[in-house]
């Protein structure tokens, strides 16, 4: 790939995000209204707060106990990796479900709504093709949203730590042990990056079915892509009674984790000490479990297919 075509593609997608401004409007306005919400409960703790006491009540708002809250002095540091990961993928977790949906909806208006304001005939006299537009969609979704989930996930969690900085200096929880340990927060970030890599690459098929929905519908695309598979689902229940498809697609959207990485998220849930991620979670067979999985590739196979009907069903139909 020349120079010239490094130009095109970089055009292309900073055109979806021009067109398509919930792609970071929405992860931008939610980080902020959560650092709203995170000052507004600092300064009602710091309000509420008396020394002389353990509990925390706060007017029409949760209660607090101070003995609840992780004192930092003598924790070890295992135990502060593990305390920053729960934080980190914590934040990171929501960021990304609330992203998936925005992508689900980028995708799902991605084909169809140039057809229907007929716009797609101003891009086809554009020296370029409906192949490299198609997948410089994908690749918006793909990479361009991890991208942007993944730098206001970062910055939120910036803010997070000196609001927490704050509060914990003022409950006497020691928080700035936390700066002695600056290859927690770096680790954890590129923790997360992978899962954001990995994540995307396993929601590869279900993003081409969306799109090739959104080339195929002449309206509602939305219920294309939904009714299709939930029929599906409701035949071979009917048929076979069983439910190998619905499960097939419950588990494309969470199979991905025990294989990005080594933890046991049931253990998490019932053991509150920190230390149970902050050990090596992750190593190169993680790369190796994910890379080799059957799968992944099963996965990539199908959206290839999808990808290769979308740009076919994108050169046969213009305008609605």
Request: glycine share 6%; charged share 15%.
């Amino acid at each position: 790939m020349n120079a010239v075509d490094m130009r095109i593609n970089k055009t292309l997608i900073r055109r979806e995000f021009w067109e398509n401004r919930s792609l970071w409007l929405v992860p931008t306005v939610f980080a902020a209204i959560l650092t709203v919400l995170s000052v507004y409960m600092l300064v009602a703790v710091l309000v509420n707060h008396s020394g002389a006491v353990n509990n925390i009540d706060i007017d029409n708002g949760p209660h607090f106990q101070i003995s609840d809250m992780p004192d930092l002095r003598d924790a070890s540091d295992a135990e502060i990796t593990g305390f920053v990961r729960v934080v980190t993928f914590g934040l990171s977790f929501m960021f990304s479900r609330l992203m998936l949906i925005v992508t689900f909806f980028y995708l799902l208006d991605s084909l169809y709504a140039d057809r229907r304001d007929r716009s797609v005939l101003f891009w086809r006299s554009m020296p370029v093709s409906d192949t490299r537009t198609v997948l410089s969609k994908l690749a918006t979704a793909l990479i361009g949203v991890t991208v942007v989930a993944f730098a206001v996930t970062v910055a939120f969690e910036l803010v997070l730590l000196v609001l927490g900085l704050i509060l914990g200096s003022a409950l006497g929880t020691h928080p700035f042990v936390l700066l002695a340990h600056p290859g927690a927060f770096l680790s954890s970030w590129l923790l997360v990056a992978w899962g954001e890599l990995v994540q995307a690459l396993w929601y590869l098929p279900i993003f081409a079915w969306v799109m090739l929905a959104s080339s195929w519908a002449k309206k509602t695309p939305f219920l294309w892509t939904v009714l299709v598979p939930a029929g599906i689902i409701v035949a071979e229940a009917w048929v076979f009674h069983t439910g190998y498809f619905a499960r097939m697609i419950a588990h494309q959207t969470v199979d991905w984790l025990p294989l990005a990485f080594n933890f046991d998220a049931l253990k998490m849930h019932g053991d509150k000490s920190f230390d149970v991620i902050g050990g090596p979670i992750f190593g190169l067979g993680n790369i190796g479990h994910v890379f080799t999985a059957p799968r992944l590739w099963i996965g990539a196979a199908l959206a290839a297919a999808f990808i290769y009907g979308a740009i076919e069903l994108r050169r046969k139909r213009s305008e609605i």
